[in-house]
Protein backbone atom coordinates (compact mmCIF):
# COMPACT_ATOMS: atom_id res chain seq x y z
CA UNK A 1 0.00 0.00 0.00
CA UNK A 2 2.32 2.87 -1.21
CA UNK A 3 1.11 6.30 -1.14
CA UNK A 4 -0.93 8.04 0.98
CA UNK A 5 -1.90 5.94 3.81
CA UNK A 6 2.06 4.98 5.02
CA UNK A 7 3.30 8.17 3.72
CA UNK A 8 0.21 10.18 6.18
CA UNK A 9 0.84 7.73 8.84
CA UNK A 10 4.62 7.95 9.02
CA UNK A 11 4.59 11.72 8.93
CA UNK A 12 2.63 11.97 11.96
CA UNK A 13 4.08 9.12 14.04
CA UNK A 14 7.53 9.73 13.03
CA UNK A 15 7.86 13.45 14.86
CA UNK A 16 5.41 11.23 17.47
CA UNK A 17 8.02 8.43 18.19
CA UNK A 18 10.78 11.10 18.74
CA UNK A 19 8.50 12.62 21.15
CA UNK A 20 7.50 9.76 23.13
CA UNK A 21 11.38 8.49 22.87
CA UNK A 22 12.61 11.66 24.70
CA UNK A 23 9.41 11.17 27.57
CA UNK A 24 10.77 7.62 28.09
CA UNK A 25 14.12 8.83 28.84
CA UNK A 26 13.28 10.78 31.46
CA UNK A 27 11.92 7.63 33.51
CA UNK A 28 15.43 5.91 32.07
CA UNK A 29 17.33 8.69 33.09
CA UNK A 30 15.28 8.88 36.82
CA UNK A 31 16.44 5.02 36.84
CA UNK A 32 20.07 6.20 35.93
CA UNK A 33 20.42 9.06 38.76
CA UNK A 34 19.26 6.79 41.44
CA UNK A 35 21.34 3.51 40.76
CA UNK A 36 24.35 4.40 42.36
CA UNK A 37 22.59 5.09 45.27
CA UNK A 38 21.36 1.53 45.66
CA UNK A 39 18.38 -0.82 45.20
CA UNK A 40 16.45 0.67 47.40
CA UNK A 41 16.48 4.08 45.98
CA UNK A 42 16.07 1.84 42.51
CA UNK A 43 12.89 0.01 43.70
CA UNK A 44 11.31 3.19 45.33
CA UNK A 45 11.46 4.80 42.08
CA UNK A 46 9.71 2.35 40.19
CA UNK A 47 7.03 1.74 42.90
CA UNK A 48 6.62 5.71 43.42
CA UNK A 49 6.55 5.74 39.59
CA UNK A 50 4.30 3.12 39.17
CA UNK A 51 1.75 5.05 41.42
CA UNK A 52 2.32 7.96 39.61
CA UNK A 53 1.55 6.44 36.36
CA UNK A 54 -1.90 6.03 37.59
CA UNK A 55 -2.44 9.51 38.04
CA UNK A 56 -1.51 10.08 34.27
CA UNK A 57 -3.83 7.45 33.72
CA UNK A 58 -6.74 10.83 33.75
CA UNK A 59 -4.68 12.68 31.80
CA UNK A 60 -4.00 10.07 29.59
CA UNK A 61 -7.60 9.14 28.99
CA UNK A 62 -8.29 12.83 28.67
CA UNK A 63 -5.61 12.26 25.62
CA UNK A 64 -7.69 10.50 24.14
CA UNK A 65 -10.96 12.21 24.35
CA UNK A 66 -9.22 15.66 23.05
CA UNK A 67 -7.63 13.36 20.36
CA UNK A 68 -11.24 12.66 19.00
CA UNK A 69 -13.24 15.90 19.63
CA UNK A 70 -10.44 18.43 18.21
CA UNK A 71 -9.04 16.19 15.26
CA UNK A 72 -13.30 15.60 14.55
CA UNK A 73 -14.16 19.29 14.42
CA UNK A 74 -10.30 20.06 13.15
CA UNK A 75 -11.22 17.59 10.22
CA UNK A 76 -14.52 19.41 9.78
CA UNK A 77 -13.32 22.25 9.12
CA UNK A 78 -14.66 24.11 12.30
CA UNK A 79 -11.96 25.82 14.07
CA UNK A 80 -14.12 27.75 16.33
CA UNK A 81 -14.92 24.16 17.42
CA UNK A 82 -11.22 23.32 17.38
CA UNK A 83 -10.33 26.06 20.16
CA UNK A 84 -13.07 25.97 22.11
CA UNK A 85 -12.73 22.18 22.64
CA UNK A 86 -9.05 22.20 23.37
CA UNK A 87 -9.71 25.25 26.46
CA UNK A 88 -12.05 22.79 27.73
CA UNK A 89 -9.56 20.09 27.33
CA UNK A 90 -7.56 22.12 29.50
CA UNK A 91 -9.56 23.08 32.10
CA UNK A 92 -10.73 19.39 32.25
CA UNK A 93 -7.33 18.72 32.85
CA UNK A 94 -6.73 21.28 35.84
CA UNK A 95 -9.75 20.05 37.94
CA UNK A 96 -9.04 16.53 37.52
CA UNK A 97 -5.48 16.89 38.54
CA UNK A 98 -6.11 19.06 41.54
CA UNK A 99 -9.09 16.24 42.75
CA UNK A 100 -6.60 13.39 42.02
CA UNK A 101 -3.52 14.40 43.55
CA UNK A 102 -4.88 15.77 46.81
CA UNK A 103 -6.22 12.31 47.29
CA UNK A 104 -3.45 10.39 46.18
CA UNK A 105 -0.72 12.64 48.41
CA UNK A 106 -2.71 11.60 51.52
CA UNK A 107 -3.08 8.41 50.47
CA UNK A 108 0.27 7.85 49.45
CA UNK A 109 1.33 5.69 52.41
CA UNK A 110 -1.34 3.01 52.12
CA UNK A 111 -1.05 2.67 48.33
CA UNK A 112 2.96 1.71 49.03
CA UNK A 113 1.80 -0.85 51.16
CA UNK A 114 0.80 -2.81 48.61
CA UNK A 115 4.13 -3.64 47.53
CA UNK A 116 5.53 -5.24 50.50
CA UNK A 117 8.64 -3.37 50.70
CA UNK A 118 10.61 -3.03 53.01
CA UNK A 119 10.38 0.18 55.60
CA UNK A 120 13.31 2.02 54.10
CA UNK A 121 12.27 1.45 50.44
CA UNK A 122 8.28 1.83 51.28
CA UNK A 123 9.23 5.68 53.21
CA UNK A 124 11.65 6.64 50.08
CA UNK A 125 8.47 5.83 47.54
CA UNK A 126 5.92 8.11 49.81
CA UNK A 127 8.61 10.73 49.54
CA UNK A 128 8.06 10.27 46.16
CA UNK A 129 5.10 9.82 45.65
CA UNK A 130 3.60 12.44 47.51
CA UNK A 131 5.24 15.76 45.79
CA UNK A 132 4.77 13.96 42.23
CA UNK A 133 1.21 13.55 43.32
CA UNK A 134 0.71 17.18 43.57
CA UNK A 135 3.15 18.34 41.01
CA UNK A 136 0.98 16.32 38.19
CA UNK A 137 -1.12 18.83 37.06
CA UNK A 138 2.48 20.35 35.01
CA UNK A 139 2.20 17.03 33.21
CA UNK A 140 -1.56 17.04 32.85
CA UNK A 141 -1.49 20.12 31.32
CA UNK A 142 1.29 19.22 29.34
CA UNK A 143 0.14 16.52 27.34
CA UNK A 144 -3.38 17.93 27.02
CA UNK A 145 -1.48 21.01 24.58
CA UNK A 146 0.67 18.28 22.72
CA UNK A 147 -2.21 16.52 21.77
CA UNK A 148 -4.28 19.48 20.56
CA UNK A 149 -1.31 19.92 18.44
CA UNK A 150 -1.23 16.66 17.18
CA UNK A 151 -4.99 16.64 16.39
CA UNK A 152 -4.64 19.29 14.15
CA UNK A 153 -2.02 17.44 12.43
CA UNK A 154 0.70 19.66 13.72
CA UNK A 155 3.59 16.69 15.84
CA UNK A 156 6.57 19.64 15.24
CA UNK A 157 5.30 21.74 17.77
CA UNK A 158 4.98 18.82 20.59
CA UNK A 159 8.36 17.63 19.33
CA UNK A 160 9.98 20.72 20.32
CA UNK A 161 8.05 20.99 23.52
CA UNK A 162 9.53 17.66 24.34
CA UNK A 163 12.59 18.43 23.44
CA UNK A 164 12.94 21.48 25.58
CA UNK A 165 10.95 19.76 28.75
CA UNK A 166 13.02 16.45 28.62
CA UNK A 167 16.38 17.71 28.91
CA UNK A 168 15.37 20.42 31.05
CA UNK A 169 13.24 17.87 33.74
CA UNK A 170 16.30 15.51 33.40
CA UNK A 171 18.77 18.26 34.16
CA UNK A 172 16.81 19.72 37.17
CA UNK A 173 16.27 16.55 38.53
CA UNK A 174 19.80 15.11 38.23
CA UNK A 175 20.95 18.69 40.32
CA UNK A 176 18.15 18.06 42.67
CA UNK A 177 18.68 14.60 43.77
CA UNK A 178 22.64 14.79 43.50
CA UNK A 179 22.79 18.21 44.74
CA UNK A 180 24.90 19.08 41.73
CA UNK A 181 26.02 22.90 40.39
CA UNK A 182 25.14 24.24 43.73
CA UNK A 183 21.57 22.86 43.91
CA UNK A 184 20.18 21.76 47.27
CA UNK A 185 20.56 17.58 47.80
CA UNK A 186 16.81 16.81 48.44
CA UNK A 187 16.90 13.05 47.80
CA UNK A 188 14.65 11.40 46.12
CA UNK A 189 11.87 14.05 46.04
CA UNK A 190 14.43 15.91 43.80
CA UNK A 191 13.04 13.61 40.80
CA UNK A 192 9.23 15.02 40.85
CA UNK A 193 10.29 18.37 41.48
CA UNK A 194 12.64 18.82 39.06
CA UNK A 195 10.66 17.17 36.01
CA UNK A 196 7.67 19.26 37.09
CA UNK A 197 10.14 21.87 36.87
CA UNK A 198 11.25 21.40 33.31
CA UNK A 199 7.86 20.85 32.02
CA UNK A 200 6.29 23.68 33.39
CA UNK A 201 8.45 25.73 30.95
CA UNK A 202 6.54 24.42 28.73
CA UNK A 203 3.38 25.42 29.54
CA UNK A 204 4.39 28.20 30.24
CA UNK A 205 5.45 29.09 26.77
CA UNK A 206 2.44 28.20 25.68
CA UNK A 207 0.10 29.69 27.76
CA UNK A 208 1.29 33.13 27.05
CA UNK A 209 1.41 32.49 23.46
CA UNK A 210 -2.27 30.81 23.67
CA UNK A 211 -3.44 33.62 25.53
CA UNK A 212 -1.82 36.08 23.11
CA UNK A 213 -3.47 34.60 20.40
CA UNK A 214 -0.57 32.95 18.58
CA UNK A 215 -1.95 30.01 17.16
CA UNK A 216 -4.61 28.51 15.19
CA UNK A 217 -7.01 27.53 17.85
CA UNK A 218 -7.80 30.62 20.24
CA UNK A 219 -8.48 30.81 24.05
CA UNK A 220 -12.17 30.50 24.03
CA UNK A 221 -12.09 30.72 27.85
CA UNK A 222 -15.89 31.80 28.21
CA UNK A 223 -17.08 28.46 26.23
CA UNK A 224 -14.44 26.11 28.30
CA UNK A 225 -16.61 24.92 31.17
CA UNK A 226 -19.76 24.32 28.85
CA UNK A 227 -22.16 21.66 29.41
CA UNK A 228 -22.36 20.57 26.15
CA UNK A 229 -18.81 20.12 25.91
CA UNK A 230 -17.32 18.69 28.48
CA UNK A 231 -20.04 16.15 28.36
CA UNK A 232 -18.77 15.60 25.10
CA UNK A 233 -15.33 14.86 26.38
CA UNK A 234 -16.42 13.08 29.47
CA UNK A 235 -18.63 10.60 27.34
CA UNK A 236 -15.35 9.87 25.08
CA UNK A 237 -13.03 9.77 28.10
CA UNK A 238 -15.24 7.91 30.98
CA UNK A 239 -14.20 4.37 29.30
CA UNK A 240 -10.92 5.38 28.41
CA UNK A 241 -9.88 6.43 31.94
CA UNK A 242 -11.93 3.15 33.34
CA UNK A 243 -9.36 1.35 30.77
CA UNK A 244 -5.97 3.81 32.34
CA UNK A 245 -7.43 2.84 36.03
CA UNK A 246 -7.95 -0.83 35.06
CA UNK A 247 -4.25 -0.75 33.12
CA UNK A 248 -2.79 0.86 36.21
CA UNK A 249 -4.51 -0.32 38.97
CA UNK A 250 -3.84 -4.29 37.08
CA UNK A 251 0.32 -3.59 36.78
CA UNK A 252 -0.24 -2.73 40.43
CA UNK A 253 -1.45 -5.85 41.11
CA UNK A 254 0.74 -7.31 38.93
CA UNK A 255 3.90 -5.67 40.57
CA UNK A 256 2.51 -7.29 44.22
CA UNK A 257 2.81 -10.61 42.53
CA UNK A 258 6.36 -9.75 41.12
CA UNK A 259 7.42 -7.97 44.95
CA UNK A 260 6.58 -11.61 46.12
CA UNK A 261 9.74 -12.85 45.00
CA UNK A 262 11.93 -10.05 46.31
CA UNK A 263 13.77 -6.70 45.86
CA UNK A 264 15.76 -7.77 43.01
CA UNK A 265 12.82 -9.23 40.99
CA UNK A 266 10.90 -6.16 41.76
CA UNK A 267 13.79 -4.01 40.32
CA UNK A 268 14.39 -6.01 37.67
CA UNK A 269 10.90 -5.89 36.75
CA UNK A 270 10.67 -1.81 36.68
CA UNK A 271 14.47 -1.53 34.51
CA UNK A 272 13.40 -4.22 32.10
CA UNK A 273 10.06 -2.07 31.37
CA UNK A 274 11.60 1.10 31.43
CA UNK A 275 14.28 -0.42 28.75
CA UNK A 276 11.91 -2.25 26.50
CA UNK A 277 9.65 1.09 26.88
CA UNK A 278 11.92 2.15 24.19
CA UNK A 279 10.60 0.00 21.55
CA UNK A 280 7.02 0.61 23.24
CA UNK A 281 6.76 4.37 22.34
CA UNK A 282 7.13 3.62 19.00
CA UNK A 283 3.78 1.69 19.12
CA UNK A 284 2.47 4.77 21.02
CA UNK A 285 3.39 7.53 18.33
CA UNK A 286 2.05 5.09 15.57
CA UNK A 287 -1.21 4.80 17.82
CA UNK A 288 -1.21 8.46 18.13
CA UNK A 289 -1.42 9.21 14.33
CA UNK A 290 -3.38 6.11 13.99
CA UNK A 291 -6.03 8.00 16.03
CA UNK A 292 -5.47 11.37 14.49
CA UNK A 293 -6.00 10.42 11.21
CA UNK A 294 -8.84 8.17 11.75
CA UNK A 295 -10.76 11.47 13.78
CA UNK A 296 -9.75 13.56 10.79
CA UNK A 297 -10.86 11.39 7.62
CA UNK A 298 -14.46 10.23 9.58
CA UNK A 299 -14.96 14.02 10.35
CA UNK A 300 -14.63 14.05 6.44
CA UNK A 301 -17.01 11.33 5.88
CA UNK A 302 -14.17 9.17 4.55
CA UNK A 303 -14.79 5.90 6.18
CA UNK A 304 -12.55 3.60 3.81
CA UNK A 305 -9.55 5.97 3.91
CA UNK A 306 -10.05 5.61 8.11
CA UNK A 307 -10.22 1.71 7.85
CA UNK A 308 -6.74 1.61 5.54
CA UNK A 309 -4.98 3.77 7.68
CA UNK A 310 -4.94 2.10 10.66
CA UNK A 311 -4.23 -1.06 8.89
CA UNK A 312 -1.25 1.31 7.69
CA UNK A 313 -0.38 2.19 11.36
CA UNK A 314 -0.65 -1.50 11.98
CA UNK A 315 2.04 -2.72 9.67
CA UNK A 316 4.23 0.33 10.20
CA UNK A 317 4.34 -0.06 14.23
CA UNK A 318 5.04 -3.82 13.65
CA UNK A 319 8.42 -3.02 11.74
CA UNK A 320 9.51 -0.52 14.43
CA UNK A 321 9.12 -2.39 17.10
CA UNK A 322 10.09 -5.98 16.04
CA UNK A 323 13.59 -4.03 14.69
CA UNK A 324 13.71 -1.94 17.78
CA UNK A 325 13.45 -5.07 20.29
CA UNK A 326 16.16 -6.84 18.47
CA UNK A 327 18.46 -4.46 18.95
CA UNK A 328 17.26 -3.68 22.55
CA UNK A 329 17.50 -7.55 23.21
CA UNK A 330 21.21 -7.62 21.97
CA UNK A 331 22.38 -4.93 24.22
CA UNK A 332 20.54 -6.55 26.73
CA UNK A 333 23.59 -7.56 28.92
CA UNK A 334 25.34 -3.56 29.22
CA UNK A 335 22.15 -2.15 29.28
CA UNK A 336 21.38 -3.85 32.87
CA UNK A 337 24.66 -3.10 34.13
CA UNK A 338 24.37 0.56 33.52
CA UNK A 339 21.07 0.31 35.25
CA UNK A 340 21.83 -1.94 38.04
CA UNK A 341 24.53 -2.61 40.41
CA UNK A 342 23.64 -5.87 41.70
CA UNK A 343 24.01 -9.32 39.73
CA UNK A 344 20.40 -10.67 40.60
CA UNK A 345 18.87 -7.89 39.07
CA UNK A 346 20.68 -7.70 35.75
CA UNK A 347 20.02 -11.47 35.81
CA UNK A 348 16.17 -11.22 36.07
CA UNK A 349 16.44 -8.06 33.87
CA UNK A 350 17.98 -9.56 31.20
CA UNK A 351 15.29 -12.66 30.98
CA UNK A 352 12.43 -10.19 31.57
CA UNK A 353 13.85 -8.39 28.14
CA UNK A 354 13.26 -11.37 26.45
CA UNK A 355 9.84 -11.79 27.09
CA UNK A 356 9.27 -8.27 26.44
CA UNK A 357 11.02 -8.57 23.08
CA UNK A 358 8.55 -11.85 22.24
CA UNK A 359 5.55 -9.89 22.36
CA UNK A 360 6.10 -6.63 20.32
CA UNK A 361 3.96 -7.65 17.66
CA UNK A 362 1.11 -7.96 19.79
CA UNK A 363 1.49 -4.86 21.26
CA UNK A 364 2.00 -2.91 18.05
CA UNK A 365 -1.43 -4.21 16.84
CA UNK A 366 -2.87 -2.82 20.51
CA UNK A 367 -1.50 0.50 19.91
CA UNK A 368 -2.48 1.16 16.13
CA UNK A 369 -5.71 -0.25 16.25
CA UNK A 370 -6.43 0.50 19.55
CA UNK A 371 -5.62 4.17 18.28
CA UNK A 372 -7.78 4.21 15.16
CA UNK A 373 -10.93 3.10 17.45
CA UNK A 374 -10.75 5.41 20.20
CA UNK A 375 -9.37 8.14 17.35
CA UNK A 376 -12.99 7.34 15.57
CA UNK A 377 -14.67 7.41 19.32
CA UNK A 378 -15.10 4.12 20.35
CA UNK A 379 -13.58 3.68 23.34
CA UNK A 380 -15.54 1.19 24.73
CA UNK A 381 -14.62 -1.78 22.74
CA UNK A 382 -10.83 -1.00 23.94
CA UNK A 383 -11.64 -0.76 27.52
CA UNK A 384 -13.17 -4.22 26.95
CA UNK A 385 -10.72 -5.79 25.38
CA UNK A 386 -7.97 -4.21 28.09
CA UNK A 387 -10.16 -6.20 30.80
CA UNK A 388 -10.03 -9.44 28.85
CA UNK A 389 -6.26 -9.38 28.58
CA UNK A 390 -5.30 -7.56 32.11
CA UNK A 391 -7.67 -9.92 34.19
CA UNK A 392 -7.81 -13.70 32.32
CA UNK A 393 -4.62 -13.41 30.33
CA UNK A 394 -2.28 -11.84 33.02
CA UNK A 395 -3.74 -11.71 36.76
CA UNK A 396 -5.38 -14.87 36.65
CA UNK A 397 -2.56 -16.75 35.61
CA UNK A 398 -0.30 -14.77 37.35
CA UNK A 399 -2.31 -15.60 40.54
CA UNK A 400 -1.78 -19.11 39.52
CA UNK A 401 2.05 -19.28 38.96
CA UNK A 402 2.22 -17.53 42.38
CA UNK A 403 -0.17 -20.57 44.21
CA UNK A 404 2.20 -22.85 42.39
CA UNK A 405 5.18 -22.19 43.54
CA UNK A 406 6.14 -21.31 39.92
CA UNK A 407 9.48 -19.51 39.25
CA UNK A 408 10.23 -15.34 38.88
CA UNK A 409 10.95 -16.52 34.87
CA UNK A 410 7.23 -17.77 34.94
CA UNK A 411 5.68 -15.16 36.24
CA UNK A 412 7.48 -12.67 33.81
CA UNK A 413 5.91 -14.89 31.12
CA UNK A 414 2.50 -14.86 31.55
CA UNK A 415 2.24 -11.25 30.13
CA UNK A 416 2.48 -13.05 26.56
CA UNK A 417 -1.24 -14.24 27.22
CA UNK A 418 -2.49 -10.56 28.38
CA UNK A 419 -0.92 -9.29 24.83
CA UNK A 420 -2.49 -12.21 22.70
CA UNK A 421 -5.87 -11.98 24.12
CA UNK A 422 -6.00 -8.16 23.48
CA UNK A 423 -4.49 -8.10 19.98
CA UNK A 424 -6.66 -10.92 18.47
CA UNK A 425 -10.06 -8.82 19.73
CA UNK A 426 -8.99 -5.85 18.55
CA UNK A 427 -8.58 -7.10 14.94
CA UNK A 428 -11.63 -9.06 15.24
CA UNK A 429 -13.08 -5.70 16.10
CA UNK A 430 -11.34 -3.69 13.40
CA UNK A 431 -12.89 -5.87 10.98
CA UNK A 432 -16.35 -6.20 11.51
CA UNK A 433 -16.72 -2.01 12.54
CA UNK A 434 -19.41 -0.31 11.18
CA UNK A 435 -17.55 2.85 10.07
CA UNK A 436 -20.44 4.98 9.06
CA UNK A 437 -21.95 4.79 12.72
CA UNK A 438 -18.70 6.36 13.39
CA UNK A 439 -19.60 9.49 12.30
CA UNK A 440 -22.38 10.92 14.14
CA UNK A 441 -21.26 13.59 15.78
CA UNK A 442 -22.53 17.27 17.08
CA UNK A 443 -20.40 18.81 14.02
CA UNK A 444 -21.18 17.79 10.85
CA UNK A 445 -18.54 17.30 8.61
CA UNK A 446 -17.82 18.92 5.60
CA UNK A 447 -14.13 18.58 3.94
CA UNK A 448 -10.51 17.39 5.31
CA UNK A 449 -8.62 19.86 6.00
CA UNK A 450 -5.09 18.41 6.46
CA UNK A 451 -5.41 15.64 4.17
CA UNK A 452 -6.67 16.43 0.56
CA UNK A 453 -6.14 16.43 -2.68
CA UNK A 454 -6.15 12.70 -2.93
CA UNK A 455 -7.12 9.90 -5.51
CA UNK A 456 -8.56 6.25 -4.13
CA UNK A 457 -7.17 2.68 -5.19
CA UNK A 458 -7.88 -0.79 -3.81
CA UNK A 459 -5.26 -3.26 -2.46
CA UNK A 460 -4.78 -5.88 0.10
CA UNK A 461 -4.82 -5.86 3.19
CA UNK A 462 -2.52 -7.46 5.96
CA UNK A 463 -5.15 -9.72 6.55
CA UNK A 464 -5.65 -10.85 3.24
CA UNK A 465 -8.99 -8.32 2.91
CA UNK A 466 -9.02 -5.59 -0.03
CA UNK A 467 -9.25 -1.67 1.17
CA UNK A 468 -10.10 1.51 -0.52
CA UNK A 469 -7.02 3.67 -0.23
CA UNK A 470 -5.97 7.42 -0.62
CA UNK A 471 -2.77 8.02 -2.80
CA UNK A 472 -0.93 11.11 -3.48
CA UNK A 473 -1.35 12.07 -7.34
Given amino acids: M ?3 SYQTVWRLAGPNIVSNILMVSISFAH ?3 VAPLGPEMSAAVVAGGRVHFLLMAAAMALSVATTAVVARAWGADDTHETSASTASSLALAIMISIVLGITTYF ?11 DGKTAALAVAYIQPAALLNIVFALMLTIATAFRAIGDVIRPLRYMAVGAGAAILLSYMLVRGAFGAPAVGIAGIPWGTAAGQSLIVLWFLVNWLRGRYVFRPHLQGALRK ?8 IGAPAAIEQVLIQMSFLLFMMLISSYGTAAFAAYGIGITILSITIVVGLGFGTA ?3 LSGQLIGAEKHDEAVASGWAAMRLAMVGMCALAVVTYAFKTPLANILSADPVVRADTEFFILILALIQPLMAIEFAIGGALRG ?3 TRYPLFVTFCG ?3 GRLSVGFAVLALGGPVEAMYSVIVGDYAIKAALLVRRYRRVDWTEMERHPHAPSALQSVAGISRGPVRSFFGRRETVEKQP
Fill in 2 to 4: AGF
Fill in 228 to 235: RRIGQLVK
Fill in 107 to 117: AAPILVKMFSL
Fill in 31 to 33: LWI
Fill in 376 to 378: AGD
Fill in 290 to 292: SAT
Fill in 390 to 392: MIV
